[in-house]
């Protein structure tokens, strides 16, 4: 007498396991991930780009980068746009990019990032208020 046993929930698992295992993220070497060793940082903070001035900053807790202009910085702008109420309101960003010390340049920030890589764009909180505003009323 034999006896067959056939089950799909294992078949299940293993299809599951596959995807699984192709999906992993490789470790290098130095225990970093492939974008832990680029060179990028992730960054949170408040983004104002001014198209007549052709100027962008990200504003951290603790420090104002000046944000070097590139397809990143348009890309990033473009979705910033959608939630501005004010032209000159700042809008919560996280990006990936590099750090780059401003060395020899008088009036301008004393870091720049380069824009690498969009990771989030929030909408600002109600009660913040995030908009600056130059000159005299």
């Known amino acids: ?14 299809d599951a396991g596959d995807t699984t295992s192709s999906n992993q993220t490789e470790i290098g070497e130095d225990g970093k991930t492939a974008k832990q060793s680029d060179g990028l940082i992730a960054i949170h903070g408040k983004f104002l780009f001014v198209e007549q001035d052709n100027a962008a900053v990200l504003q951290t807790a603790t420090q104002m980068y000046g944000v070097i202009i590139n397809d990143k910085l348009t890309d990033l702008n473009a979705q910033v746009e959608q939630m501005k109420t004010d032209p000159y309101q700042m809008i919560p960003v996280t990006v990936r990019g590099r750090i780059i010390k401003n060395e020899g340049v008088k009036d301008e920030w004393e870091n720049k990032i380069e824009i690498k890589e969009i990771l989030k764009v929030s909408k600002p909180e109600s009660e913040e208020n995030d908009v600056i505003k130059l000159g005299t009323n």
């Open 1 to 14: 007498m034999f006896a067959v046993i056939v089950s799909c929930k294992d078949d299940k698992k293993s």
